[in-house]
C-alpha cells in the first residue's frame, strides 16, 4: 500500500512552547490529508480535513489557532501545536487519502506511524 | 451519536480457527467501508475495503461482507495468525465526504 511518514515520531517538550509535526505522502499525491488524535484506549478522533492550497476545515471542538495546520505542497501536511500544554499530551495520527483509483479505492486513506507528544 | 458500532471491545480466537468482527453503521448515506488493523503507538493499517455496489470482498485471508438492509459488516480472518493480533477499526465514509468515521475498534487475541 501507499506509504506516508510522520515526523517525529516523539516529542517532549515544556509547556508553552510550540511543536510542529511532519506527515508526508512519499509515494503518491495528496490533496487532501487528515489529522487524527487518540487518547488511550479510545479510537481515532478526526480534528481536521488539511486541503493543498486552501485553509483547513476543522472539527467542531478543535481549536484552530491552537492547532495549526498547513498543506504546502501535494505530499506535505504540517501540524503545529501552539502554546503547548499538558492537556495536549497525545498520540497525533495523519493520515492521507490517495486518489489513485488502482489503490484500494478512491476513499481510501493511508496512515502515518503517528507522533507521541509529550507536554510537561 | 455514533454512527460506525463496533458492539465487541475484545475477541479471542484459537489459532488456524476463523475470527469474526463485526460493525454496524446507521447513516444510509455510507457508500464505502474500511477495515484498519491497529497496533499500539502505530497508526491504523488499511487492510481490505468495500463498496456498497458489493456485497463481498476478498483478499487473502482477509474478506469482508457488506449487508446494506441491516447496515451491518464483518470481517473474516482465516487462517487466525497469533500476528493478528491488534485492534481492529471499522470505517466508513460517504455522501461526498473523504472523511472517515471509525468505529471504537475491536481488539483481537489469537492464541497460540
Known amino acids: 500500500g501507499a506509504v506516508v511518514s510522520q515526523h517525529p515520531s516523539r516529542v517532549i517538550c515544556k509547556s508553552g512552547t510550540s511543536v510542529k509535526i511532519e506527515c508526508r505522502s512519499l509515494d503518491f499525491q495528496a490533496t487532501t490529508m487528515f489529522w487524527y488524535r487518540q487518547f488511550p484506549k479510545q479510537s481515532l478522533m478526526l480534528m481536521a480535513t488539511?486541503?493543498?492550497?486552501?485553509?483547513?476545515?476543522?472539527e467542531q471542538g478543535v481549536e484552530k489557532d491552537k492547532f495549526l495546520i498547513n498543506h504546502a505542497s501535494l505530499t506535505l501536511s504540517t501540524l503545529t501545536v501552539t502554546s503547548a500544554h499538558p492537556e495536549d499530551s497525545s498520540f497525533y495520527i495523519c493520515?492521507?487519502?490517495?486518489?489513485?483509483?488502482?489503490?484500494?479505492?478512491?476513499?481510501?486513506?493511508?496512515f502515518g506511524p503517528g507522533t507521541r507528544l509529550t507536554v510537561l | 451519536d455514533q454512527q460506525v458500532k463496533q458492539n465487541s471491545p475484545s475477541l479471542s480466537v484459537q489459532e488456524g480457527r476463523i475470527s469474526i468482527l463485526n460493525c454496524d453503521y446507521t447513516n444510509s448515506m455510507f457508500d464505502y467501508f474500511l477495515w484498519y488493523k491497529k497496533y499500539p503507538a502505530e497508526g491504523p493499517t488499511f487492510l481490505i475495503s468495500i463498496s456498497s455496489i458489493k456485497d463481498k470482498n476478498e483478499d487473502g485471508r482477509f474478506t469482508v461482507f457488506l449487508n446494506k438492509s441491516a447496515k451491518h459488516l464483518s470481517l473474516h480472518i482465516v487462517p487466525s495468525q497469533p500476528g493478528d493480533s491488534a485492534v481492529y477499526f471499522c470505517a466508513a465514509t460517504g455522501a461526498g465526504s473523504y472523511q472517515l468515521t471509525f468505529g471504537k475498534g475491536t481488539k483481537l487475541s489469537v492464541i497460540p
Open positions: 488539511s486541503n493543498e492550497g486552501s485553509k483547513a476545515t476543522y
Open positions: 493520515s492521507a487519502r490517495d486518489p489513485s483509483p488502482v489503490a484500494g479505492g478512491a476513499d481510501t486513506q493511508y
